[in-house]
């Protein structure tokens, strides 16, 4: 498995303000996701972070509204940017095994007023 | 190609009872598929994942059927406990390419005492 932290496991926000997500692995990893789960609903991935390139977006989630950085096989920061109340969501990392397994931080809970 | 569908939305049990959650998916290149526990405030915990070459795979007291005509598979727990009461969810990925998880929307299981 994976050990993984998140900084802040919550927060709340004004609305205009960005929020810069820490992700944390007990070891090197090759690839590392950053998913968001909206409120009552499934999880959605918003992008692949590329160690010493540039991450890959999904459809719908652009490099403008959520930069991110890998700067090593163990860390990975997701900001959310010019917040607006429909940016409330939980913020997740995982973390891909070679064995296929990808395994989850706690989440950072995001409030945007 | 990429959804996964999930279902019962939600799902109530006795104790001991075997709840059981069924997905399906379309995208014939996924050949990696994992359950996810969650617990509210908590990230989700890999539970169990199935490859397709086999037909069904048991830990403890969770098995995964998996029928690769019908492109389904299904989560089975046994002897179910209330400290099972969750939001499970189905996902699918696949080895090679984009290795992201893709998520079925999640089933909310309450086991009553």
């Known amino acids: 498995s994976a050990v993984i932290s998140q900084k802040p496991s919550r927060d709340i926000c004004q609305r205009g303000t960005s929020l810069t997500i820490q992700c944390q692995v007990d070891s090197q990893v090759t690839m590392m996701f950053w998913y968001r789960q909206q409120p009552g609903q499934s999880l959605t991935l918003i992008a692949t972070a590329n160690q010493g390139s540039e991450a890959t977006y999904e459809s719908g989630f652009v490099i403008d509204k959520f930069p991110i950085s890998r700067p090593n096989l163990t860390f990975s920061t997701l900001t959310v940017s010019n917040m607006s109340p429909e940016d409330s969501s939980i913020y997740l990392c995982?973390?891909?095994?070679?064995?296929?397994?990808?395994?989850f931080g706690p989440g950072t809970r995001l409030l945007v007023l | 190609q990429q959804q996964v569908k999930q279902s019962p939305q939600s799902l109530i049990v006795q104790k001991g009872g075997i709840p059981i959650i069924n997905c399906a998916y379309e995208n014939t290149a996924f050949d990696y598929f994992p359950w996810y526990q969650q617990f509210p405030g908590k990230g989700p915990a890999l539970l169990i994942a199935?490859?397709?070459?086999?037909s069904e795979k048991k830990e403890g007291r969770f098995t995964i059927s998996f029928n690769k005509s019908a492109k389904q598979f299904s989560l089975h727990i046994m002897d179910s406990q209330p400290g099972d009461s969750a939001t499970y969810f189905c996902?699918?990925?696949?080895?090679?390419?984009?290795?992201?998880?893709?998520f079925g929307s999640g089933t909310r299981l309450q086991v009553q005492p």
């Open positions: 199935i490859r397709p070459d086999v």
């Open positions: 995982s973390v891909h095994r070679g064995s296929g397994a990808q395994y």
């Open positions: 996902a699918a990925s696949m080895d090679t390419g984009r290795r992201a998880l893709t």
